[in-house]
């Protein structure tokens, strides 16, 4: 979980939300992850003061810190193997942390879009620039380097080469390395610790802008050549978890959460979030603008959009009701209306409230012909879903997976035979 915007809100209001939860969670055990020790540090300490102005929550929250680079899967590995040590097992992990690889605003495509349809303006911008095939620096080698700039190899490592193959800076960061290390962590989420005996879960925090990436393809994967690469990896994240449980991708999701028993509930879920939309730091602005941003925002929600959160808070509502819900009500759900994409909403007035949302070529649940014409917050443009969008969905999937772990498995064996780093000094 991300130590700040978004990821910090989500602890606060997994701690706010514990009493209301007394009857599922006696105690809160949080693990906080960044990619510095000072972040971190205070992260955690602003987490325990929070926690000391509620006598109520004094003995029931525990923090623990560890730093984490998700673009190095070194540093992801590292991290699984000390977690796997100090925890019994895990109920959820919220695999936020991100970056957008934004590197401003197309100004004229931005005054157009405000000026003509202000609500897709502010809800589904298509004007932000990105870098283009950015690639992780070499994850390895005796010659990796951190973006800081330490050595990532233990001093007295060899210094020998490992071949790597490509790996997209933007993928790595928002779904590789969360993947790698679900994967690395099934063992923790395996082992039951809920009072309705169900595994535990992952929780994929997605976007709306995942639906702008129609041209995404399971044949560019990390999106190198893509400029559109943050919204391609939040429409993956979106493909990998509504079709996890489907008879399609069975092949690979049996090997990546190990084979599934034949009660559900000794098996691992995996679900996606997104927060709507709030204003935090993904996107580089500067410090008059992001006022600009914040105001926008409240605009887009007194004029009748949901999905205005607007503070990091509200939009934490949706992971945190994935991760405190009890299994028999998010399964009844499913079961109801099938695999869904759950946000965090708002009304007018700002109470927040979570809200199924749809999803390119799956819809609300995946039920080709459900009519959705009438749903607040729809996307200009969005049909109701055909039984052919629904079949190509499934394909799509079943290929994603295929391929993450074909992925997944390459870098294991490159991974082997890689010196160990430190991680005091990433």
Request: charged share 20%; hydrophobic share 35%.
């Amino acid at each position: 979980m991300c130590s700040s915007g978004l990821g910090f809100a989500i602890c606060l209001r997994l701690i706010d939300e514990l009493l209301s939860h007394s009857d599922q969670f006696e105690r809160l055990h949080l693990t906080v992850t960044a990619r510095s020790k000072r972040k971190g540090q205070t992260t955690v300490s602003r987490l325990e003061h929070h926690v000391r102005n509620d006598f109520r929550l004094a003995d029931r929250v525990s923090l623990q810190f560890e730093i984490v680079d998700l673009s190095i899967l070194l540093s992801v590995r590292a991290l699984a193997s000390r977690l796997k040590k100090s925890l019994p097992r895990l109920d959820a992990v919220i695999l936020n942390a991100g970056i957008g690889g934004f590197t401003g605003l197309h100004w004229p495509t931005a005054t157009w879009e405000v000026l003509t349809n202000f609500s897709r303006a502010t809800t589904w911008p298509t004007y932000k620039m990105a870098e283009r095939g950015s690639l992780t620096q070499r994850q390895c080698s005796s010659s990796s380097q951190h973006v800081g700039g330490g050595p990532l190899r233990s001093p007295g490592a060899s210094q020998h080469h490992v071949r790597e193959p490509p790996l997209g800076n933007i993928f790595c960061a928002n779904v590789f390395g969360h993947y790698m290390l679900s994967h690395y962590l099934m063992p923790l989420l395996s082992a039951s610790g809920r009072p309705d005996d169900a595994a535990g879960r992952i929780i994929w925090i997605s976007s709306l802008e995942a639906d702008q990436a129609s041209s995404f393809s399971s044949s560019d994967i990390q999106s190198l050549k893509s400029p559109i690469a943050y919204e391609n990896s939040k429409r993956l994240t979106d493909i990998l978890a509504l079709t996890a449980a489907l008879t399609a991708t069975r092949s690979s999701t049996n090997q990546y959460f190990g084979t599934r028993g034949p009660d559900p509930r000794s098996n691992v879920k995996m679900y996606v979030a997104h927060p709507g939309i709030c204003a935090t730091s993904i996107l580089p602005l500067r410090f008059g603008l992001s006022y600009a941003m914040s105001a926008a925002f409240y605009l887009a929600r007194w004029l009748g959009s949901p999905w205005h959160t607007v503070t990091a808070y509200s939009g934490a509502c949706a992971p945190v009701w994935l991760a405190l819900s009890p299994q028999s009500q998010l399964d009844q759900g499913e079961a109801e209306s099938g695999p869904g994409k759950w946000g965090s909403a708002t009304d007018l007035w700002g109470y927040d409230r979570v809200m199924r949302t749809e999803a390119l070529g799956w819809g609300c649940g995946g039920v080709p012909g459900e009519d959705l014409s009438h749903r607040a917050g729809r996307r200009p443009g969005a049909s109701d879903l055909t039984q052919e969008e629904r079949e190509r969905f499934e394909e799509l999937g079943r290929d994603c997976w295929q391929q993450m772990e074909d992925l997944r498995l390459e870098w294991e064996d490159v991974l082997d035979k890689a010196d160990p780093i430190d991680v005091s000094q990433i």
